[in-house]
Nanobody, 127 residues
Framework: QVQVVESGGGLVQAGGSLRLSCAASGRARATSSYVMGWFRQAPGKEREFVSKLSRSGGSTAYADSVKGRFTISRDNAKNTVYLQMNSLKPEDTAVYYC??????????????????WGQGTQVTVSS
């Protein structure tokens, strides 16, 4: 059994910052063994891609809506992946999900290409 656990969500004013954390546990190999991704889902909307990170940490990708404001990174010593979110906007309000994939980085895109998911953490940005 592999568990992916997110933390760090909360309520913040527009323009503020939050940092989400994600760790794999249980029978999981080290987080560095997976391509890691962040998705979000707002009420009444489909789950959308936010960012992904290669195993080495050398390759990243971002949705256009967050590019320049969000940064994905990993700390292999802590077995943790982070999503630093700056200049937050009310439209960033959503449940944020961390996911891990055993596929190759270039094969990972849609939610179905991820093998393990966290339970989600709520991010609310007030105007």
């Amino acid at each position: 059994q592999v568990q992916v656990v997110e933390s760090g969500g909360g309520l913040v004013q527009a323009g503020g910052s939050l940092r989400l954390s994600c760790a794999a546990s249980g029978r999981a190999r080290a987080t560095s063994s997976y391509v890691m991704g962040w998705f979000r889902q707002a009420p009444g909307k489909e789950r959308e891609f936010v960012s992904k990170l290669s195993r080495s940490g050398g390759s990243t990708a971002y949705a256009d809506s967050v590019k320049g404001r969000f940064t994905i990174s990993r700390d292999n010593a802590k077995n943790t992946v982070y999503l630093q979110m700056n200049s937050l906007k009310p439209e960033d309000t959503a449940v944020y999900y961390c996911a891990a994939s055993t596929r190759l980085y270039y094969q990972v895109s849609e939610p179905s290409s991820y093998d393990y998911w966290g339970q989600g953490t709520q991010v609310t940005v007030s105007s």
